[in-house]
């Protein structure tokens, strides 16, 4: 197991996610409302995985199969499939130490929701912001590169905000 890689915040992060946007918009825009950038990447000072996560949220659950199969003829993204039967239909894809990490899903996703909930809330709580990065480090020291375990590791922080940001 490769060892779970938390790096301090880059101010290139965002520039990533608009460019990686364009290139949602040229293929799926038609399909597409909203393309969010979301995760650490998106929350500016916070330390994260080099890996920039969007959830693009499609007009209808009705376009999901056929902006899946768009995706899946881009050459560079690799197809996951809905890993945790929540709708979220999952694609990654690499560009030197950074990669991006594709969530494509209907319209009011509950797992989308909830990402929307936690980044927002960590954009203006900056002493929760603080306390998910020493977590995050701490759990990726630990976990011998165990990937269940650092998400698992953060699964009562994360809920916690979520309750705090939907009160």
Do not use: Q
């Amino acid at each position: 197991m490769s060892a779970i890689k938390v790096v301090d915040y880059d101010p290139a992060w965002p520039g990533l996610f608009e460019e990686e946007k364009s290139r949602i918009v040229g293929l799926i825009g038609d399909m597409v409302d909203e393309i969010h950038h979301v995760g650490s990447t998106s929350v500016v000072g916070l330390c994260a995985k080099p890996k920039i996560d969007i959830d693009a949220v499609l007009c209808s659950d009705a376009r999901v199969v056929e902006a899946v199969e768009r995706v899946k003829a881009l050459a560079d993204f690799t197809f996951h499939g809905d890993p945790y039967g929540d709708g979220m239909w999952t694609f990654t894809s690499g560009h030197g130490s950074y990669g991006t990490r594709l969530y494509l899903c209907g319209p009011e996703n509950p797992t989308h929701v909830k990402r929307m909930l936690f980044r927002d809330w960590l954009r203006t709580h900056p002493e929760d912001a603080a306390e998910y990065a020493a977590l995050k480090r701490k759990l990726a020291t630990e976990t011998n590169g165990d990937w269940k375990f650092y998400t698992g590791g953060k699964s009562d922080f994360v809920a916690k905000i979520v309750r705090l940001a939907s009160a």
